[in-house]
């Protein structure tokens, strides 16, 4: 489709299309559902498809998802949250199957090696699981997908009785940038034992950062880097103590007023001492600076220490998700 190849890695994400109509060019927004070299197909907000031939294909972009307005973080719905989640953690592979997102990341964390259902496959769920099941098994990965929950409960029902099994439910939480700040700056004036920490942000992650972050307590495979710096506004956070020994890394990724804070590995030496608090200080700092408004953060629901942490700087639970793994050959 000559320059309008350009889109066909763009399935899945929000674009804006130009093309030609009778007298004159009109603009198009909305969801690429498909691509090929005869035409695009574009979802707009009110689930309106528009299909533009190749002939008539002037100049097409990714956009940032639509956001709206909001007094606080929690008055976002679980489907915008997961839509602003997935770009802040964007596979290396991505295909549409209807309104669910086949997604993969050579293995390196659930997120980017799972489907996201946000609406309805465009076949029947049995069908689709099939053709999931094999998408995955042709990239010699484990089929895997993500279930924000309450919400698709009922697709969450439907797979156990498929024979998929439930892991890893995580905790979705959320908090505005501003009171979160302020309640990070008021926990460490209150701690005088506190590990004296200075913090340098960078657009990838060093040597150093990499080497300290521990994905699940696990050294990170070779396609990690690639997955970490997906995203198009991706801040890396290195925090180290008084001699200049890294202590502590955090991912922050920015879309629109929300930021995504990922990563977050703290040394078992200073454990306690104020400096994931100091992390998360610096975190926020740069995304407010940056004009995120409001945050989210995606904590596995085992993890008590962090949840706590989190909570006592404000963040409250929106949502949960857990996987449905398959697991039978």
């Given amino acids: 489709m000559s320059s309008a190849d350009r889109l066909v890695p763009a399935v899945g994400r929000r674009v804006s299309v130009r093309r030609r109509v009778p007298g004159g060019l009109s603009d198009v927004v909305g969801e690429l559902v498909e691509a090929d070299d005869t035409h695009l197909v574009v979802r707009r907000r009110d ?15 990714v956009v940032p998802p639509a956001t709206q307005r909001l007094r606080t973080a929690a008055d976002v719905s679980v489907l915008t949250l997961e839509r602003v989640a997935a770009h802040g953690w964007r596979p290396l592979e991505q295909e549409a199957l209807g309104q669910w997102q086949l997604r993969a990341g050579a293995g390196f964390t659930g997120r980017a090696n799972s489907v996201l259902p946000l609406g309805e496959p465009d076949r029947p769920l049995a069908q689709a699981l099939d053709a999931v099941r094999t998408w995955y098994r042709d990239r010699h990965l484990t089929p895997l997908i993500q279930v924000p ?3 698709l409960a009922e697709l ?4 156990g009785d498929d024979g998929w ?25 209150l701690r005088p034992d506190n590990v004296s920490v200075t913090s340098s942000v960078a657009t990838e992650p060093d040597d150093d950062w990499m080497q300290l972050y521990h994905y ?3 050294a990170l495979p070779a396609a990690a880097r690639d997955v970490l710096v997906n995203v198009e506004q991706p801040l890396f956070v290195t925090t180290r103590d008084a001699d200049g020994r890294p202590v502590a890394v955090a991912r922050a990724a920015i879309t629109g007023p929300w930021v995504g804070v990922t990563a977050v590995t703290v040394d078992p030496s200073v454990r306690r001492r104020g400096v994931g608090t100091a992390t998360m200080r610096d975190v926020l700092a740069e995304s407010g600076r940056r004009g995120a408004r409001h945050v989210y953060l995606q904590v596995a629901q085992e993890n008590e220490a962090a949840r706590t942490m989190y909570g006592a700087l404000g963040f409250t639970d929106h949502h949960r998700y857990q996987y449905r793994r398959w697991d039978s050959a």
């Fill in 47 to 61: 689930g309106h498809l528009v299909d533009i031939a190749a002939a008539d294909f002037v100049s097409g972009r």
């Fill in 156 to 159: 969450d029902a439907a797979l």
């Fill in 149 to 151: 929950l309450p919400l």
């Fill in 216 to 218: 699940r307590g696990t």
């Fill in 165 to 189: 099994t439930a892991a890893n439910p995580v905790v979705v939480m959320v908090g505005d940038v501003a009171a979160a700040l302020l309640a990070t700056q008021s926990q460490l004036s």
